[in-house]
């Protein structure tokens, strides 16, 4: 496959995926709490969410105004509470977690 097929495969794939998590940006987890996915990142209203849910790394860069890799350096540093894992590779926070430490101050 040429680099220009890869690319326009990629971008499709992408835009359906953006298509899904648009309809189902609020989606059950295993436990019944609920997640927020990526996609609704510029929609998301952190105060609104209730305590048990979760999001992804790329809100907690979007509420610390952070990259990706100081949010790791600061979970293991313990600035930032441990992430939920729900398998090898989906890693959350809880909402009520963040909040804790946001009244705290980092």
Do not use: H, I
Not at 26 to 51: H, I, M, Q, W, Y
Not at 53 to 71: E, N, P
């Amino acid at each position: 496959m040429s680099d220009s097929e890869c690319a326009k495969t990629e971008n499709y794939q992408r835009s359906e995926v953006s298509a899904l998590s648009d309809e189902f940006s609020a989606s059950a987890c295993a436990d019944g709490a609920r997640e927020v996915g990526r996609t609704a990142l510029r929609e998301l209203d952190f105060d609104k969410l209730p305590n048990d849910a979760f999001v992804d790394k790329y809100q907690v860069c979007k509420l610390l105004s952070c990259s990706v890799a100081t949010v790791w350096r600061w979970c293991k540093d313990g600035r930032l509470p441990q992430p939920v894992r729900f398998g090898a590779r989906l890693t959350r926070w809880r909402v009520g977690d963040l909040r804790s430490v946001l009244r705290k101050g980092r």
